[in-house]
Structure formats: C-alpha cells, structure tokens
DNA sequence: GGCCAGGTCAAAG
DNA sequence: CTTTGACATGGC
C-alpha cells in the first residue's frame, strides 16, 4: 500500500489512488437513467442491495422512462425492495419518470445536454433528491464538472486533514476549486475516495498502518 | 443481535 | 437556522 500523507493536495492524493488502485468505473450504470434511479435506490443504503433492485428492474422491463412511469406502484415497491426503504423510494422514482417521460420521453439525451445550472434547477426539484444525489446526477449521468460530495469523501477528507469544512457547499467548493474542472477526474476521484473510505475509514479504523489518524469523523454532513 | 450502508424530508426546537 | 425521527433491507 502507497503511502496516504496527511495535508496531501487533492490532485496529489487522486493521483496516488488511481496509481494504487485504477480506474472505479463509476458509474455503474448503462443508461442514464438506470443512473438516475440507482442514485436515488442507494440513498443510505448498500450498493449490493440496489445490485438487486436493479437487476429486479430490469427483468421487469421497467428501466425506461415510460415504463416505469406507467408501472403500478406495487410493482415497483416489490422489485426495489432489496434496496430498503421501497414505499418512499417507490414513489419518488415513479415521480420522477413521471416527469421525464411527460418532458422528454425516453431519450434523455436533450435533458442532460442542457448548461448545468439548468439541468441542476430541474434535478433538484424532484422530491426525494437532495444535494448529493442531484450532484452524482449531474456529475455521473450527464458528465457536468460537479463534484459529489458523500460520507465517505467527508470522513476521508476530515481524517486526512485535508480541510476543517463540514458544510456540503463548502467542502464541493474545496474539492472543485482544488481541481482542474474535469468531469472525468471528478469521477474517478470520488469513487477512489468512496473506496478509500470503504477500506480503510470505517469507524475509527486508521486509513493505513503508515497513517494512523483516528479522528472520529461524524457521518451527518451539514447542509 | 447490533451496527452500518455511495441520504432525504417533515416536523420540531 | 439547526436538530431529530422516520424510512427498511441485507451483510458482517
């Protein structure tokens, strides 16, 4: 294992990640909606779990737009029910298939080619998307330079004393002005992180045996 | 059996 | 504006 210094700069420590441990190919997802629908499936919940949920899915023939915006809603609650909370989740992706289905239809390429900020007004106004899935969104199904921020890109941060920040906003501005503003390096840094933090951060589990920092870092990421 | 996982929302303090 | 509780399954 490379050594993870503490204070690295950001760039720095992306490259180290991806030297130690390559490309994450994030995300894993076909389409872009199938990356839609598991940004939302996976909300505090395992991705192993949402595995399953999608795979259910797809069997159903519900990943498309209109599929899944006419499906019943019991049939929905049942394929996503691996994935935990399946009644809120249920009616939060058929709502927001709903939506695209009505705007766009299934081909979602004029929704995602739209300039960021209106791409991000339209996201976030769909219930069940706060700021972190509205940003892999962003970021991982329509390639915008957004950078996610999550539990564990926090905890990894927080720990590697790479800054004191806890506030969402404050930690992307960190991170993105940190950064060449690459939508492909924003990509893989954060799944490395996510997989950093996955591990070798867990609880109060030192990052490495070279670095041993054991700040205990809170989950909750302040608005 | 308890803790945790690629959070969000509504209600209360 | 900040904090709290509800939401639910599966793996370790």
Known sequence: MRFFCLHMHSLELCETLYAE?????WWPGETPFEIIVGAVLTQNTAWSNVENAIANLKRARLLTPTKLARAP???IRAAIKPSGYYNQKALRIKKIAQYLAKNYGDDLTRFLSQPVC???HEVESWKGVGPETRDSILLYAAQKPVFVIDA???RVAGRMGMTDKRAYRELQAFFESSLPKNPRLFNEFHALLVHLGK???RK???LCAS???KTRC???IRR
């Open 204 to 206: 109060t589990k030192p």
């Open 152 to 154: 564990y890109t926090v």
């Open 218 to 220: 809170r989950r909750r």
């Open 21 to 25: 441990f390559g490309p994450q190919h």
């Open 118 to 120: 209106s791409l991000r």
């Open 73 to 75: 809603l019991s049939k």
């Open 211 to 213: 670095c041993p920092v």
């Open 199 to 201: 591990n070798y951060c």
